[in-house]
Antibody, heavy 124, light 113 residues
Framework: EVQLVESGGGLVQPGGSLRLSCAAS????????MHWVRQVPGKGLVWVSR????????TSADSVKGRFTISRDSARNTLYLQMNSLRAEDTGVYFC?????????????????WGQGTLVTVSS | DIVMTQSPDSLGVSLGERATMNCKSS????????????LAWYQQKPGQPPKLLIY???TRESGVPDRFSGSGSGTDFTLTISSLQAEDVAVYYC?????????FGQGTKVEIK
């Protein structure tokens, strides 16, 4: 069974840092694009960042560029999101989600499955 | 960035009746080389992560009931629930994967009337 489990969320002060993790199982982790998506409780979905299967290509939303870094460790089957210089508007539930197979012609595509999410609250 | 706009924001439908919701993109999601529309639909129930329903605008994900169907091409897309069941109460999101940044619609909340 394909499974994604996020951890690392919590309460942090503005300007602080946090590292989120997403443990993957049930599939060949190194073959797939992986994504982070944020959701303010009760609000919509906002895409944050993605990284290719081999980690050679990464893209982030303008709102987090220079502050957040996505990375992955294929030996540990784990995706990370390093979040620095956190702001109140970064508050939300962060989901990791699997994208497309990097080794297939279609490349990255829809997001499936999604983890249960981890809550990040930026507040003084 | 591609802007995704869903309508309506909320929808009240009687059990067994049809629910129809729309998604419009600010630019075409049809890739000319393969004639595929780079659009997905997700269902999110309270307290749960989103679940993939439809990809390539009209291909139903394995295990998704056939009362869910997607249609449309280019910039205009529709998700239809042919006969609403109680378990279909949720927020539905469209998302484009034509380019980055990936973008989502604001969601359509489906309730029982």
């Amino acid at each position: 069974e394909v499974q994604l489990v996020e951890s690392g969320g919590g309460l942090v002060q503005p300007g602080g840092s946090l590292r989120l993790s997403c443990a993957a199982s049930g599939f060949t982790f190194s073959a797939y694009w992986m994504h982070w998506v944020r959701q303010v409780p009760g609000k919509g979905l906002v895409w944050v960042s993605r990284i290719s299967g081999d980690g050679s290509s990464a893209t982030s939303a303008d709102s987090v560029k220079g502050r957040f870094t996505i990375s992955r460790d294929s030996a540990r089957n784990t995706l990370y999101l390093q979040m620095n210089s956190l702001r109140a508007e970064d508050t939300g539930v962060y989901f990791c989600a699997r994208g497309g197979n990097s080794r297939e012609t279609a490349g990255d595509n829809w997001l499936d499955p999604w983890g249960q999410g981890t809550l990040v609250t930026v507040s003084s | 960035d591609i802007v995704m706009t869903q309508s309506p924001d909320s929808l009240g439908v009687s059990l067994g009746e049809r629910a129809t919701m729309n998604c419009k993109s600010s630019q075409s999601l049809l890739y000319s080389s393969n004639k595929k529309n780079y659009l997905a639909w997700y269902q999110q129930k309270p307290g749960q992560p989103p679940k993939l329903l439809i990809y390539w605008a009209s291909t139903r994900e394995s295990g998704v009931p056939d009362r869910f169907s997607g249609s449309g091409s280019g910039t205009d897309f529709t998700l239809t629930i042919s006969s609403l069941q109680a378990e279909d109460v949720a927020v539905y999101y469209c998302q484009q994967y034509y380019n980055t940044p990936r973008t989502f619609g604001q969601g359509t909340k489906v309730e029982i009337k």
